[in-house]
Structure formats: C-alpha cells, structure tokens
C-alpha cells in the first residue's frame, strides 16, 4: 500500500476521535465564571516496527499527534491516552480509582511484498479499530482490560488485552510508563494475519502449508515510556515496545522471528486558548 495514503487514513482516523473530545469543552474554573480553557498539543511522531507481524525486517513510519487537553496540570489529568497506533484512549468517566471510556486506532495490514514467505498469499488491508477500555487505578499502578474491533479493511476480527502500568515522574519534568500485558486474538485476527488457507498455499511462492491459526494467546509484550517537558510547551515523547509471538501466532508458517520489536519519538507543542 502506498505510504502515503496509508499515513493520511492514521491521520484521518486520530483526529476524528481526538476531535470527538476536543469539541467538548471542559470549564477551567480558575479563569473565571464562564470562561472555557481549550488546550491541544499538535505535532508528529516517527517510529519503527517489524514489516509485518512476524517479520525480521523493520520500516519507518510517521504520523500526526493531537493531543487534547483539559485543565490543570496534574499528571493524570489529560483524559486522552495515547498508548499506541492501535490505542488511542478517552477516560470519558472516572470514579474512586476505577475508569473506562472509548479507544480507537489504526492496524497495519500488510502487502505480500513485504516477506518473501507471503508472496502468492494476497494483501491485508489496513483497518480502523474502535473499542472500550476499563481500568482500575492505585497510586501509580493501574491495571486494565481493553476490546479492540477491527471495522474496516479485510479483517473483521478483535484482539483483547489485558495489561498493567506503572506510571509516574521519575525527575522534574520527566515522567516515565512502564507497561506489562497480553494479546488475546479471535480467530478472524488470527486466520487474516497468521493461518495459510489452501488456495493460498498452492499460490504460495515459498511453498507454505496449509496452516489453521485458532483464537488464543497471540503474544506478551513490555515497554517503556517517557514523556519530558522540554519548555512549558513543547515536550518530547519517546517509546520502545517488545513483543514475544505465542501459540498459533508463534508457530505459523508466515513467521520469520518471534521476536517483536518497535520504537517511537514524537515532539508536540502545546496550544492555549479561552472562549
């Protein structure tokens, strides 16, 4: 698929759900009765991830941040959570350390030019990804659940993850995430990404079998975060992410490495305004 045309759908797809909130306003009572504080930090990230699940071979890819945010400068109080291309989240409603609100994101497809073990397989396109999530949060620590449903592309199916994070400043103007979980896929997922039906196989170039991929455990990952305030407005954003192939996933035919690794760098400016 076209680059391009690939980062204008991520593009088009983060600032639909970002603008869901942003056109929301929230009340800043400290400037004053009737007075609303608008806040969004606008600018790009860049980052590198394996040419396909499975891949030994990595590619670069950019997209767009809109980052909304509203009132005070408590670091949990920004109700939009990026935690992936995948995950952009909206804490639409919090009570006593428990949370949960709507994410949406963006999967990659992949093209059979991309590994010489998909060549006859066909193409999967890339699809828009809307869900929920729900979390419980104590101190610095939060565990959560969230449902990821593929709605457009060749895939329909879900994945679900189960995760928890340790989230908190580790220095002025440096705070830090450190994330832990695991990916439970459906068997559409897991038969669009990881199975070889037998027309694929008998168009396969490297000869693949037919392979069944069920729905189970894809895989666990770690990672880790920082976000560091570099001026009052502008901050840095840096990412690194390491996912391990598990089941049906690990052992497909398509797979080049089991090992998954992928990293990000984004820098933002921070907008203000009051209507």
Known sequence: MNCWLREARVLCTLFAFTLLIFVAPTANAQDGVGTTTYSVGVGGSVGIRPKYEGSKEYEAYGFPLILPKFGGDNAFAGRVKFRGIDDVRIRAFDWSGFEVGPLAGYVFGRDEDDGDLLRGLGDVDDGLVLGGYAGYRFGIVMLDVSYHQIVSGDDDGYFIRLG?????????????????????????????????????????AAGLPVYDADAGLKDVHFGLAGVFDLTDRWKLRAGGRYARLLNDAADSPVIETKDQFSAIVGLSYRFDWQR
């Open 164 to 204: 928890g994070e340790v989230e908190g400043f580790v220095a002025p103007g440096i705070k830090a995430v450190a994330r832990v979980g695991t990916t439970f896929a459906d068997d559409n997922y897991m038969t669009s990404y990881f199975g070889v039906n037998a027309i694929q196989s008998i168009n396969s």
